[in-house]
C-alpha cells in the first residue's frame, strides 16, 4: 500500500505540448510538496501546499501550476513544456508544515521533453 | 543554499561500518540535523534527525559533536542495499522546506 504515489511514472512528449503529474498520499499528511531533480541530480523545492492552500513558491516559471483538490492530492500541470523541463518530478508529503523536515517521498516521475 | 559540506564520495566493505561525516560549522541552536538518503531511481528517504543528542533507530545512528558544528551518520553493518547518496540537512524548526545539497555518493561493495 503506496504511501505516497505518484503518475506517470515516466513521461515522454514533444517540446511546447501541455502536461499534467498527478499525486495522492494516503498518510493523512497536511502538507504536500514538489521536488524537481535535474539532470545533474540536484533536488530543489519548487512548491509546497498545506491542507491545499500554496505556502510555498520558488519563483518557478509560471508555465507550472500546481493544484490541490484536497490535501490527499497535489497535482503538476505543465503548459508549453520546454527541453529544459526534462527531469525527476518528486511528490512528498510530511504531517505538517512544522514537520517539514520529515518528508515521505513518492518514487518520482521522470519526465522527458524531446 | 545548503549549510553542510559533505565528501564527495565514500566507499566500505559489505558488513562494516560506515560512517559518514558532514560538516556544519554555522548551525544555530534552533537548527535540526536532517540525514536522507537517494537510493539509485528512488524518492528520497528520511533516516534520522536529531538536535543535540545522539540519536538512534532501525536504521542508523546520528553522532553530534557537543560544539554541534558536525555530525556523522553511521551505518553499522552496511550491506549492498545501502548503496546510495546520502544528503545531511540542517533545518530551523521554523522553517517550511527541506534544502537538499550534493550529499556524499556511499558505495558499499562486497
Known amino acids: 500500500d503506496t504511501a505516497v504515489s505518484q503518475t506517470p511514472k515516466y513521461l515522454v512528449t514533444q517540446m511546447g505540448n501541455d502536461k499534467s503529474i498527478k499525486c495522492e498520499q494516503n498518510l493523512g499528511h497536511d502538507t504536500m510538496y514538489w521536488y524537481k531533480q535535474d539532470s545533474k541530480k540536484f533536488l530543489k523545492i519548487m512548491f509546497s501546499y498545506n491542507n491545499k492552500e500554496l505556502i510555498i513558491n520558488e519563483t518557478v516559471p509560471n508555465r507550472f501550476s500546481p493544484k490541490s483538490p484536497d490535501k490527499a492530492h497535489l497535482n503538476l500541470h505543465i503548459n508549453s513544456l520546454e527541453l529544459g523541463d526534462s527531469a525527476v518530478y518528486f511528490c512528498?508529503?510530511?504531517?505538517?508544515?512544522?514537520?517539514?523536515?520529515?518528508?515521505?517521498f513518492g518514487e518520482g516521475s521522470r519526465l522527458t521533453v524531446l | 543554499d545548503a549549510k553542510t559540506t559533505q565528501p564527495t564520495s565514500m566507499d566500505c566493505a559489505e558488513g562494516r561500518a560506515a560512517n559518514l561525516p558532514c560538516n556544519h560549522s554555522t548551525i544555530s541552536g534552533n537548527e535540526y540535523v536532517y540525514w536522507y538518503r537517494q537510493i539509485h531511481s528512488q524518492g528520497p528517504q528520511y533516516i534520522i534527525h536529531?538536535?543535540?543528542n545522539n540519536e538512534t533507530n532501525e536504521m542508523a545512528s546520528l553522532i553530534i559533536t557537543e560544539d554541534r558544528k558536525s555530525s556523522t551518520l553511521i551505518l553499522p553493518h552496511a550491506t549492498l542495499r545501502d548503496t546510495a547518496v546520502y544528503y545531511c540537512i540542517v533545518r530551523d524548526t521554523g522553517f517550511q522546506k527541506l534544502v537538499f545539497g550534493t550529499g556524499t555518493r556511499l558505495l558499499v561493495s562486497p
Open positions: 536529531g538536535l543535540k
Open positions: 512528498a508529503s510530511s504531517r505538517s508544515v512544522e514537520s517539514a523536515g520529515e518528508l515521505f
